[in-house]
């Protein structure tokens, strides 16, 4: 499974970015997809994951401000950010868990400057 992430980009604080990602191939609804991020000298760290049917999990420091979803007819998974602050800087990853393999996506850089 490749995973292709997008949407990455410079913001100013308080502003919006909508990340993407597309699985080459069928992920069903039962498995979890979402994203992790990693932070300059930092670990990698979930951000938020969603199965269909269930409700996501979200890491606190992002609740409230991100919303994951799932399009599982294009094997999609999708991750709107809002309120970005400074701490939301990182490389974010799409990350996909099929039948107990994970997959990881090449990593999308979100900077939040003034």
């Known amino acids: 499974v490749q995973l292709q992430a997008s949407g990455g980009g410079s913001v100013q604080p308080g502003g919006s970015l909508r990340l993407s990602c597309v699985a080459s191939e069928t992920i069903g609804g039962w498995n979890n997809m979402g994203w992790y991020r990693q932070a300059p000298g930092k670990q990698r760290e979930l951000v938020a994951t969603?199965?269909?049917?269930?409700?996501?999990t979200y890491a606190r420091a992002i609740e409230g401000r991100f919303t994951i979803s799932r399009d599982n007819a294009k094997n999609a998974v999708y991750l709107q950010m809002n309120s970005l602050n400074v701490e939301d800087t990182a490389v974010y990853y799409c990350y996909a868990k099929v039948d107990g393999n994970a997959y990881w996506g090449q990593g999308t850089l979100v900077t939040v400057s003034s």
């Open positions: 969603k199965r269909s049917g269930r409700d996501p």
